[in-house]
């Protein structure tokens, strides 16, 4: 079973940066895909960024290009999400979340998630 957990969210001014970390166990972590989500208060979960196992990226939300990057490490079992110049916007719940295999899919597909980290944006 693969078990995800979310960590590095935090409280920061806009323009500001964070590293979000997804670090993995349970399983082979190189056989699956692994995608960040986000959900704002009174707002659905939706894509941000996936990477495939070959390092392939999927961008699910035009609204972070150009600010938010993903990279995985193998060898540390945790997946990466950079996110850059923040705005108010971005402020919410970011889970990382694996599907049952080594390709981005659509959300509906992804039936691994963490618990998710916090990221509030205020000045």
């Known amino acids: 079973q693969l078990q995800l957990v979310e960590s590095g969210g935090g409280l920061v001014q806009p323009g500001e940066s964070l590293r979000l970390s997804c670090a993995a166990s349970g399983v082979t972590f190189d056989e699956y895909a692994v995608g960040w989500f986000r959900q704002a208060p009174g707002k659905e979960r939706e894509g941000v960024l996936c990477?495939?196992?070959?390092?392939?990226?999927?961008v699910y939300a035009d609204s972070i290009k150009g600010r938010f990057t993903i990279s995985r490490d193998n060898a540390k079992n945790t997946v990466y999400l950079q996110v850059n110049s923040l705005k108010f916007e971005d402020t919410a719940v970011y889970y990382c979340a694996a599907p049952p295999g080594p390709m981005c899919v659509m959300l509906h597909e992804y039936n691994y998630w963490g618990q998710g980290t916090q990221v509030t944006v205020a000045s």
């Open positions: 990477i495939s196992t070959t390092g392939v990226i999927t």
